[in-house]
């Protein structure tokens, strides 16, 4: 019998997973962490021995939109895959929305929530967009202050109950454009009951199934740009299940994340609900988008993570020269590469989560207020760009294999695309960074919570600060070139994102040595440091449009 090669095995990932156990032992009080540890694990062995099998099986398997039935009635049904099916029950089971509004966690209700989201969404094939915009649009209703919704939808949204749990789309995207929404055509019509009904095409609504929807629209009379836009609140079905004045035009043809139906819809005359204000939409909106890109931070991470288990696990059994793959140092330096990336992105996105929690319960000042609003654009374009730098690495780091569909690997690679595109794209996070950043007081409050952490992580905090505080001098001279220096934008958001992760890395990492008595956190920020933290190039705007434009001078 010729020789065949064991592929990889998907073993619990929550139990492999050490980064997650020590940050978690570390940031949450005793007897919250056990109880995380208990509901991980088990969750945990559900990705592991139901959901990556079924994956696997399900691996050619789409939604499927058929617009008429038999006798030409428009009906527009979106069949969804198997798992999708079976998403609520696990949703409501480990209550992946739930937790994030758990008084009784009190400021740690997000990371054990966020903790829970990353376990889970590798191997729930997207159900996670939903579930984040869910989430997101229990926190903008909470924060609009529209009594009547939050006590209609809200206990929906999060509920622990599959019977009664919704989940939201939201409806922004257009023709005109993802990034700048000010051109938004769709209208908000108010009949003479009073009553509001939009009129208009959406160009991207991911998860078209959802039982609600938040979604911008042009009162009639409003003024054209982002101000004359007001948050509506959409059910898209009637009581019988009908869609109600929507029409699916389709389903998109998506590089990746094809489990999800994202749809082209178009609204006529679709009823709606005015949230707030007949203006300030998109200010109104920014709730779901702020809960959404820190949920694409796990998710982004969650795919990285499932990658680099896979991918250790066979390094484990494929020989090769003699050695097994893991032992060569070939091999190892790429995976203590990705390691690191991975690690340093966890303890940012996780410290961002611990942030997220103390501003629901009231318990941060106004500073911090600020940190966490500049933090979650930074994280969800770092993240994003380590998972599809890292994948592309783990795909080669299978070999032809890695390149062969049926062995599941490229679709990793397919889907982490997307992690950078929704929810803004790199260069849009970037300028939303830099918004940030114009507020009073904004960097010194940023250098301010990096001198600490580096106070915290003792002596190894001074061996990293030169190299943080070198990178973040270039970040400010660049920042301070204002609109001169509008090519270095996406160059400052980079570099913060690493000199942050890196601090937090050695703040865990000397914690982590003297508690828990491992090395592997402090040779991970020393990696991670080697691959440096400063993204700024040099005076780059000139040659920028030179190159960019490819016309003489
Ligand atoms: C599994 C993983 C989970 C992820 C699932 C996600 C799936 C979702 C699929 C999608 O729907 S993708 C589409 C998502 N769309 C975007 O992310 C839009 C990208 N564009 C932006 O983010 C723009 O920055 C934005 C449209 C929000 C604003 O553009 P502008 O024209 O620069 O807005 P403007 O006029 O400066 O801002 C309006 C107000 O909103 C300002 O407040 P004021 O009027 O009080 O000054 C801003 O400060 C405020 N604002 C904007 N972004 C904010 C925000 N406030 C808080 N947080 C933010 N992020």
Known sequence: MAFTQSP???????????????ALRRMLPHGLFEHFHAEANELGQVVADELYPRQLRERLLEPRHTPFDAWGH???????????????????????????????????????????????????????????????????????????????????LTSRDATTLWTSGQWMTETTGGSDVSGTETRAVRGEDGRWSAWGRKWFTSA????????????????????????????????????QNIVVDRLK?????????????QLNGTPVELVGAERGGVRMIAPVLNQTRLWNAFAALSYFRRGLQLLRDYAGRR?????????????????AGLQAELEAGLHLALHVAELLGKSDQGALDERHRMLLRLLIPITKLLTARQAVAGI???????????????????????????????????????????????????WATLQASLISLLGQAGSDGEAGAPLI????????????????GEAHTRGIALTLGRCYALALLLRHGAWSALAEGDRRPLAAARRFAAHGVDRILGDETLDSRLLATDEPE
């Open 8 to 22: 990889p095995q998907l073993a619990n990932p929550y139990l492999g997973d050490r980064v997650l156990q020590s």
């Open 74 to 156: 428009r009906i527009d049904e979106i069949e969804l895959t198997p798992l999708w099916q079976s998403m609520p029950s696990l949703t409501a089971r480990f209550g992946l929305v739930w937790h994030g509004y758990d008084s009784t966690k009190g400021a740690h209700a997000r990371l054990f929530q966020f903790g829970m989201v990353y376990l889970a969404t590798a191997g729930n094939d997207f159900w996670s967009c939903p579930l984040a915009m869910t989430d997101g649009a229990a926190r903008a209703l909470i924060e609009s202050g529209n009594e009547r919704l939050v006590r209609h939808a809200v206990p929906h």
């Open 208 to 243: 078209a199934t959802s039982e609600m929807a938040l979604l911008l629209a042009r009162p009639e009379g409003n003024p054209s740009g982002n101000d004359g836009l007001a948050l509506f609140y959409c059910e898209p079905r009637d009581a019988d299940g009908r869609l």
């Open 253 to 265: 043809d998506k590089l990746g994340s094809r489990k999800l139906p994202t749809a082209e819809l």
């Open 319 to 335: 020989r090769v020269f003699g050695r097994r793959l893991i032992e060569q140092p070939i091999h190892q330096h790429v995976l």
């Open 392 to 442: 592309s690495e783990i795909v080669e780091g299978f070999g032809g294999a890695g390149y062969i569909e049926d062995t599941g690997i490229p679709g990793l690679l397919r889907d982490a695309q997307v992690f950078s595109i929704w929810e803004g794209t790199t260069d849009v996070l970037s300028l939303d960074a830099l918004r940030v950043l114009r507020g009073d007081g904004a």
């Open 469 to 484: 505080r070198h990178a973040l001098e270039r970040a400010q001279q660049a920042w301070l070139m204002g609109s001169a």
